[in-house]
């Protein structure tokens, strides 16, 4: 039997929306397991500690993996990507593409990735274009300042946001 296709799909989470959720159903399509690493990422200030963002991801993705057949583990991760490819067996590394704004870095990485593993491919999804233009950024600042973030998060994730931005000011 040929060996399971594993990948990785790499991101800070802050939090998860439903951009990644679709990205990560995708994904599943595409591998018999699923590493999702949640990068620790302190320059960006996350408004979640790593601790709350793995455990929404992994509360988030549990019915999808279950629904895919496809086991997902969740990971934190402070390493180099393609180090953190390479410790967990991966085959592939999944990114989500938004506009052109995603294009110009994720080209340098993957550039630059491909010259410290040709062996890792990296495989781009675009997300369902009702999903395409969320980003976690700009849900928390919509929250900041008292938005309905409810169309991009889930349900629970929107209510966390909320009491998460309340405590900080
Ligand atoms: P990063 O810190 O790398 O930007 P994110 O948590 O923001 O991590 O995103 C992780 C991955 O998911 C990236 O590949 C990003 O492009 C992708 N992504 C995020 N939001 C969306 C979306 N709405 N549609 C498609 N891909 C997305």
Same mark, same amino acid.
Request: no cysteine.
């Given at each position: 039997?040929?060996?399971?296709?594993?990948?990785?799909?790499?991101?800070?989470?802050?939090?998860?929306?439903?951009?990644?959720?679709?990205?990560?159903?995708?994904?599943?399509? $595409?591998?018999?397991?699923?590493?999702?690493?949640?990068?620790?990422?302190?320059?960006?200030?996350?408004?979640?500690?790593?601790?709350?963002?793995?455990?929404?991801?992994?509360?988030?993705?549990?019915?999808?993996? *279950?629904?895919?057949?496809?086991?997902? *583990?969740?990971?934190?991760?402070? =390493?180099?990507?393609?180090?953190?490819?390479?410790?967990?067996?991966?085959?592939?590394?999944?990114?989500? $593409?938004?506009?052109?704004?995603?294009?110009?870095?994720?080209?340098?990485?993957?550039?630059?990735?491909?010259?410290?593993?040709?062996?890792? =491919?990296?495989?781009?999804?675009?997300?369902?274009?009702?999903?395409?233009?969320?980003?976690?950024? $700009?849900?928390?600042?919509?929250?900041?300042?008292?938005?309905?973030?409810?169309?991009?998060?889930?349900?629970?994730?929107? =209510?966390?946001?909320?009491?998460?931005?309340?405590?900080?000011?």
């Amino acid at each position: 039997m040929a060996r399971d296709r594993v990948g990785v799909y790499p991101g800070t989470f802050d939090p998860v929306t439903n951009g990644h959720l679709d990205i990560i159903k995708r994904g599943l399509g $595409l591998v018999d397991k699923l590493v999702i690493g949640v990068a620790t990422n302190p320059s960006k200030d996350p408004l979640f500690s790593l601790e709350e963002r793995v455990a929404v991801v992994e509360r988030e993705t549990r019915t999808l993996g *279950e629904n895919a057949g496809v086991t997902i *583990e969740v990971v934190q991760f402070d =390493e180099l990507l393609m180090k953190f490819a390479e410790r967990v067996g991966a085959d592939i590394i999944i990114r989500g $593409l938004r506009a052109v704004a995603d294009f110009e870095y994720e080209f340098q990485m993957t550039g630059m990735n491909y010259q410290i593993n040709p062996d890792i =491919e990296t495989v781009f999804l675009m997300a369902d274009p009702k999903y395409q233009t969320i980003a976690s950024r $700009l849900v928390k600042e919509v929250a900041m300042y008292g938005g309905n973030i409810a169309p991009f998060v889930p349900g629970r994730v929107a =209510e966390e946001v909320v009491t998460k931005v309340q405590s900080r000011t």
